[in-house]
């Protein structure tokens, strides 16, 4: 009969327990962060033609990030979707990065001021342009805002209900769609 040994120095349910020299490390660590990253915003934002470049590069590292988040949302959806049960411990993961949703919409902020990335968000070059003014009314900074305030509204309200409904089938044993309204019972009943 095998049995659970664990180490003598921990049980199963006792947390890990940092030292003090690791707390100094950590507050270091992120003084180190903050440092760097407001160094960067003070050289990227400080003069005129950099602000330029620092926001084009914002945007390219935000998009690969959000890319990220919403390919496991994705996949999460599918899953849930197709009733798998073999995945259960993949789409844990894919839950947990899909959750990132709400960090993903705090990092959008500095994006709200799209004058500096699109000439579309600036009325001096709508006004020299006739075909970005025949868009002004699609591509205009308060109508971009609204969609993407929607966009986000829409992810992470199926990031929040994928994963209480992930939760709910945890508690329950239940590997069935966590959406009330998909499938039938046409398919349990057919011969």
Excluded at 165 to 174: H, L
Aim: proline share 6%; aromatic share 14%.
């Amino acid at each position: 009969m095998m049995t659970d040994t664990l180490s003598p120095t921990r049980t199963r349910c006792q947390p890990l327990q940092l030292g003090a020299a690791a707390s100094r490390m950590i507050a270091a660590g992120l003084a180190l962060a903050a440092a760097g990253i407001g160094a960067g915003c003070a050289l990227g934002l400080g003069s005129p033609e950099w602000r330029g470049v620092f926001f084009h590069a914002y945007l390219v590292g935000f998009v690969f990030y959000l890319s990220i988040t919403l390919g496991a949302l994705f996949f999460v959806t599918i899953h849930h979707l197709c009733r798998s049960g073999w995945s259960v411990t993949l789409r844990r993961l894919a839950e947990a990065i899909g959750g990132n949703m709400a960090l993903m919409a705090v990092l959008f902020v500095p994006l709200c001021w799209p004058g500096e990335l699109y000439p579309w968000a600036r009325p001096e070059a709508v006004a020299d342009d006739k075909l970005l003014a025949m868009k002004a009314g699609y591509l205009n900074p308060g109508a971009f805002l609204a969609r993407c305030l929607g966009y986000f509204a829409v992810w992470g309200f199926l990031a929040w209900f994928l994963r209480s409904r992930s939760i709910r089938q945890d508690a329950s044993g239940d590997a069935g769609s966590p959406w009330p309204w998909s499938g039938s019972a046409a398919p349990e009943s057919w011969p």
